[in-house]
């Protein structure tokens, strides 16, 4: 069955919802770093999962100018809490990465984000968060995708399960559908070889 334009209009209303919670959920968590933008905070825990990084990398990442980049790493340096270097293959670009004080910042801000997911959401399942979780990522990847902007992830293109799915099966159907992918790309690599060979 098709979603209905309702249902994808609920969706709609139920992102922005979520991105207007995301600056007070900010505000809340960042606020003993008063003389840093929440979003170079955000730009920090980025760059600490990715390690480090070309600035126009990250702006490509997060859909922004690379200006915006420039001058969230500029508070994010000023502050101590990433180092900068010239790429060695091209002396114009920088490479960011997180500092030593950047990393415990960031401990303490991740800890204040778990304080405060607990408090909010501590009387759901864990079934049913772990559930919400899933489907929030098959909806940030699809949409990702569909808008040529890089995932966070590296995972194959995502099933769409049904609301019963266990966890553990929706793994196995991810990669059930990658080995497909793969198959079907030899399989169309090896007839182009082919038809090349007898022009």
Known sequence: MEPTDEVFMELVRQLRSAAQLRHSWTAR??????????????????LARRGESRM??????RMVDLSVISRQVAQLSDAGLV???PAPDDGRASLV???ERGHAELDGWRSGQLDLLRQALGGWAAEDLADVTARL???????REFMGVQNEDCAAHRPRPGPGTPPDTRAQQVQGQETQRQEAQTSENGTRHELSLGK
């Open 56 to 61: 126009s990398v990250l702006a490509k990442e």
């Open 83 to 85: 180092e900068r270097r």
């Open 137 to 143: 990522r098959e909806i940030n990847h699809d949409l």
């Open 97 to 99: 990465r997180v500092s």
């Open 29 to 46: 968590v960042f606020q003993a770093q008063r003389e840093l933008h929440p979003a170079a905070a955000w730009l920090l825990a980025e």
